[in-house]
């Protein structure tokens, strides 16, 4: 059974920093296509931040410079670093993941219906 558990979510200042983690079991992480979403109170899901099967990285225009997506093959996780963080940032943040060893379906951010595995989500609470 494939499972996305996302934690490191929480409360911090304006201009603070925090690392959310991503633990996939039950599939081959390696050379998977993954990214990390956001929705908002009242807003739809975004992407945020994707990465292919062999390490690139896509970003959207909002979290660009402030925001690392990376990988660990060996403990399976994903991971998204979010620095200089706004109240605008605040959401409940969710891994997803294609079928193991799949590829993106395109350059750039992936779309939400792309992903074939999605964790619960965690929430980013940035007060002002």
């Known amino acids: 059974q494939v499972q996305l558990v996302e934690s490191g979510g929480g409360s911090v200042q304006a201009g603070g920093s925090m690392r959310l983690s991503c633990v996939v079991s039950?599939?081959?992480?390696?050379?998977?296509?993954m990214g990390w979403f956001r929705q908002a109170p009242g807003k739809e899901r975004e992407g945020v931040a994707s990465i292919d099967g062999v390490g690139r990285t896509t970003y959207a225009d909002s979290v660009k410079g402030r925001f690392t997506i990376s990988q660990d093959n060996a403990q399976s996780t994903l991971y998204l670093e979010m620095n200089s963080l706004k109240p605008e940032d605040t959401a409940t943040y969710y891994c997803?993941?294609?079928?193991?060893?799949?590829?993106?379906?395109?350059?750039?951010?992936?779309?939400?219906?792309?992903?074939?595995?999605w964790g619960k989500g965690t929430l980013v609470t940035i007060s002002s």
């Open positions: 039950g599939y081959t992480f390696r050379g998977t296509c």
């Open positions: 997803a993941a294609r079928k193991s060893r799949g590829l993106c379906v395109r350059a750039g951010l992936q779309p939400e219906n792309a992903m074939d595995y």
